[in-house]
């Protein structure tokens, strides 16, 4: 199988930091994707990692680790919009395609 | 300037019935796909087209027939529409295949089956 888990559910609040993680089945793996996607809203790309180790892009940073079947999303700075859920997703070989399985995504409420 | 377009947004309709979603990207990419995310929010691929060849096909039933007319657009025809049918449908696209490129998402068509 390809299973993604990642928790259902986080809370935090305003101006904290919260990590979000995320892991997957490494057979097949090539890259680990995140969304963030606002309720009634598509998804949007946030980062994407293939190689071990971190990726830092303003106040969201991105961690993987190949070898353990390990990422984390990292939110620094965290304000109000932020409240979203985030998609976890990876791809995997497929019949000689590559395929992104997502994750059942984490729903972030940040508060005051 | 919208990146992927969808059409409808929302779609009602009863048991039975056979309708159409259609997807349109001005991106010039190569790869298009649709997505079914349900009401627990969790999103599945069911189809993908790379130059209007159907690359990747996730077991849907055969009742979800897509169609690539050309590389800009990517249509999803259901027939005998069921309640467990009832769904928010993504289309997406990529510059080549999904292993290295983010996917741009249209906004979604909210289907409702009664």
């Known amino acids: 199988g390809q299973n993604i888990d990642q928790p259902t559910e986080m809370t935090a609040t305003e101006g904290a930091i919260v990590q979000i993680n995320c892991t997957y089945q490494t057979s097949g793996f090539n890259g680990l994707f995140w969304y963030q996607q606002h309720a009634g809203e598509a998804p949007t790309f946030l980062s994407y990692n293939v190689l071990d180790g971190l990726e830092e892009k303003g106040r969201f940073s991105s961690f993987l680790s190949r070898s353990k079947g390990y990422s984390y999303l990292l939110l620094k700075e965290l304000q109000m919009k932020d409240s979203a859920s985030y998609l976890c997703?990876?791809?995997?070989?497929?019949?000689?395609?590559?395929?992104?399985?997502f994750g059942t995504g984490t729903r972030l409420l940040v508060s005051p | 300037d919208t990146a992927v377009s969808q059409t409808p947004k929302y779609l009602v309709t009863q048991m039975g019935n056979d309708k159409s979603i259609k997807c349109e990207q001005n991106?010039?990419?190569?790869?298009m796909y649709w997505y079914k995310q349900d009401s627990k929010k969790f999103l599945k691929i069911m189809f993908s087209y790379n130059n209007k060849e159907l690359i990747i096909n996730e077991t849907v039933p055969n009742r979800f027939s897509p169609k690539s007319p050309d590389k800009a657009h990517l249509n999803l025809h259901i027939n005998s529409l069921e309640l467990g049918d009832s769904a928010v449908y993504f289309c997406?696209?990529?510059?080549?295949?999904?292993?290295?490129?983010?996917?741009?998402f249209g906004p979604g068509t909210r289907l409702t089956v009664t």
């Open positions: 997703a990876a791809t995997f070989m497929n019949t000689g395609f590559q395929k992104l399985v």
């Open positions: 991106l010039g990419h190569d790869t």
């Open positions: 997406a696209s990529t510059l080549g295949l999904a292993g290295t490129y983010e996917q741009y």
